[in-house]
């Protein structure tokens, strides 16, 4: 070659790729280094500059140097992430996969024999040293089994609801201690391989049409009998055949669609047998469900009639006395809690539109009439019954729109509390409204009265509402542990683990205290010392600038440039105006809606997760305005960059990034973004935890990767164990259900879904085999498929 060179189009083209590749880098690693960031992408940026200039003037030089780039970029990988497989891939794959392209363009650019032969060989050692690299990090992959499963105990915990867990499914978690668990073994960890799909169900609630993801039905059906009852994304009611999944009856409470809030949801329904009834007798046995309209709802479970002596034909208004309720602002999503024959229930009030939102009141109505017993509105605690005449339940209120647990014998419900109307501004809160936000809140049946609270954040602006039921167990305590008191298991969407005595609300185990960062828009409301976990969290150590990710060297700087620039100060970080600010975890969890199981004769708590940020900001009203937000009911509003939400009646609006996703829809946080864990109960103690979820649906631009990867993917829905030592699980955006060995969390099976499982499996048995159901209806937020499919798996023959 000559020293001018012997320039090639093959080598020009690549040249220039290199070139402005190095360009992008060297001018937003500049950036990244004015902020403090890592130095390597304006070196590489330089030095690829550098290496497309003498590519495009046909020097070898160029590929060499661009050669020695990678192998440099591969080191800094080691140094800077060592053996975590997922973080290598933004970092490593785009610059090998560019040094085959390099490889090729120096064969073209020298006339020497053999040029193609060595290429050929190069562009071999490329791939194989990919190969290689990523095997051995894959097989480092994982945290693995931690500690030893503790052995079965022989004598399971007192359940403190009226029925066990057997052949049937009485209630929403199983009962109402919310365990989701089973006492069933003919599937177990030996043969659960086998399982085949007994049969497939269909609600025929569908939307029109079906790109329309709002409906996504997460229903975890009832077992009674020989009958499952379960509703449909807009609460169709439906009692099915146990055995063949044939359809007994349905009855549907014509939902409007104008009061779907931003999903169509229900959870489930509830059953309740009338004690003073007689064989026979219409509606002695009935299923409750709360609609998206908010009513309550029941039928006769035999033939699916309204229960005419059920308030006004088997309908209850929960609006009533909450004054002008804009359609799709008040919705019942879950399952209504029967304690003691009192249904008691919440409701969700449409997030971040007005800090005048309807009231989050709590209602108790008599499980047989339909009359109201009591409401608790936390402001006017000596109300008794509906307001007097020309009040409301107070506006904007905390509410709560999860399942709640109960106790029979203690005649206490545990309803996990929201916010108050708005979430991310506190100033406006009345001294009621901050007592009982994002707490849980022991209420007596009998009376309505709060007995005890449990405030997991102090003026939260974080939206960690608690979204999980707790359960509730009896707890070993003394130095034998042969004693118990009886305790409720506490889950946050901060991850926080917390166990309390359900009789007080006094905790069982280590409360710390946090020492939360300060500033902010509200300097003054923010608390200096919070509340977390002593016992166990399953909260991630704070985000550092390596954990951002992306598909390449680019976009990983793109999201390493912004989490410079955001207001990160760890948990807790005060909301800003003036920029980003991150939020992790992000609301969704930690745990949410899905909540916990637990395996009392092992002692083990199973709880899937998830482990995402998320990037918000607040905004001026003047931004918003330009944005066109307006709250709900309002006439169109154009929303943000991500998930906004107008917050009128306070100074500021929000806008939030949920999952903090770049254009390519890719997370800036490195995988994985949910797991699932096992915890000894007697220690606390992680025993195993893994990633839960296959990219196989994810990829950059929307793309399914179709990958049977597990790269741990966002989850939303709750695990199911079994005395079978089984733990099944959907809950992920890949649309698949696994069954999970509870000793060393591998999994043992695993299905396609005919749609998103965003739902809670069930499990029982009718006619001496054991079926386990899972509903796969779709998720707005997980943007999996929408179905109407309930999908029941056995073993053969």
Known sequence: MTARGNPSIAGWIVGVIVALIGLVLGIGGAWLAVLGGSLYYVLTGIAMLVAGFWLVRGRMIGGWL???????TILWSFWEVGMD??????RDVAPLILSVAVVLAMATLTTRPGRWKRAGIGVAIVLIFMAGEFTILGMSGGNGVLAAMPAPQGQGMRDPSAMQIGSDWPAYGGTNAARRYSRLTQINAANVGKLKRAWVAHTGDLPDDMGDNKYGAETTPLKIGNRLYLCSATNKMLALDAASGKTVWTYDPKVGKDWIPYTAACRGVAYYRNPQAQAGDACAERVIEGTLDGRLIAVDTRTGRPCQDFGNNGSVDIKKGMGAVIPGMVAISAVPTIVDGVVVTGHEVLDGQNAKAPSGVIQGFDAVTGKLDWAWDMTHPDWTGYPPDGQTWTRGSPNSWTTFSGDN????????????????VSGYRTKPMTQFSSALVAIDVKTGKPKWTFQTVKKDVWDYDLGAQGTLVDWPVGSSGQGSVPAIILPSKQGDIYVLDRRNGRPLTP???????????EPAERATVQPVSGWHTLRKAPLIEKNMWGMSPIDQMVCRINFKRASYKGYLTPPTVDKHFIEYPGYNGGTDWGGIAVDPMRGVIIANYNDMPNYDRLLTREQADKLGLKPHGSGPSKGGAGEAGPQVNTPYAIDVNAGWQMPTGLLCKEPPYGGIRAIDMRTGKTIWDHPLGEARNNGPFGIPSHLPITIGTPNNGGTVVTAGGVAFVAATTDNLIRAIDMRTGKILWKDVLPGGGQATPMTYQVGGKQYLVIMAGGHHFMKTPVSDALVAYALPG
């Open 511 to 521: 409360v710390a205290e946090y020492h939360a960062p300060s500033g902010g828009v």
């Open 409 to 424: 014998q203690l005649g206490l419900v545990y309803v996990p509390m929201g916010n108050a109307g708005v979430d991310y």
């Open 66 to 72: 661009y050669l020695g780039v990678v192998a440099l």
């Open 85 to 90: 497989a997922w973080a290598h891939v933004p």
